[in-house]
């Protein structure tokens, strides 16, 4: 009986020392692990500046591309379209042509090419531009061509704008625009003012000339 007893003694005090195969345990502890990664101040420190810099992506992206498609919302809707070579070379010949001097306005600038083309003909040149980067890259390259103390770029709406101190306007405009604009250069230009009429002519007034033929026209 003695020996039955310390041989059961024995066995109950034998430490089993076979690995611990309880799943949940090892899912608790590697779970507790990742959440300690992901709330880490680094981690959140990458999360908040990716965050920031897509908000500023954004915000950039935004402030580049609106004033661009903001035409299409006023009541005059007249888009950026950059005038072709020949377009820019048949309104060169009518201001050569009628040996036109003075000022000069363009309303509705764009690139501002018009400007620094008659800036280079010896005018005092304007352009009246909406499209604030449009005002900046014009300025810039009018001091490019060598041609920007005869020249100035002004975000300016040309519904606004006085046409009276102007000797010469040019408009690249739409169909539906130049009714209007007829009756407001009547009202403010110069007795001896002229109009270079790009894409579509004046309604009601008979040009004196014309340069080009289908878009490239100059009325």
């Not at 965050?51 to 950026?80: D, M, Q």
């Not at 102007?166 to 110069?190: H, P, R």
Request: proline share 4%.
């Amino acid at each position: 009986m003695s020996v039955d007893s310390t041989a059961a003694d024995v066995s109950t005090n034998v430490i089993d020392d076979s690995p611990i195969t309880d799943s949940s345990v090892i899912m608790t502890s590697d779970t507790s692990t990742n959440e300690r990664r992901l709330t880490s101040p680094y981690v959140k420190a990458i999360g908040y500046s990716l965050l920031g810099l897509t908000a500023v992506c954004g915000v950039g992206i935004s402030l580049v591309v609106v004033p661009f498609l903001t035409p299409a919302l006023r009541r005059v809707c007249l888009p950026f379209v950059p005038a072709t070579t020949a377009q820019v070379n048949n309104v060169r010949y009518a201001l050569k042509k009628m040996n036109r001097g003075g000022s000069l306005v363009d309303l509705g600038s764009g690139d501002g090419r018009l400007v620094v083309e008659a800036a280079r003909l010896g005018l005092q040149s304007t352009g009246y531009e909406l499209n604030t980067w449009l005002v900046c890259y014009s300025s810039l390259i009018a001091r490019v061509k060598r041609v920007h103390r005869l020249t100035r770029f002004q975000r300016q709406d040309i519904w606004k704008a006085d046409l009276s101190q102007f000797d010469n306007v040019i408009i690249f405009g739409v169909d539906g625009m130049m009714s209007e604009l007829e009756c407001k250069l009547s009202a403010e230009l110069m007795t001896r003012g002229c109009v270079l009429a790009c894409r579509f002519p004046l309604p009601t007034w008979t040009p004196v000339m014309s340069v080009g033929e289908g878009i490239d026209t100059v009325w």
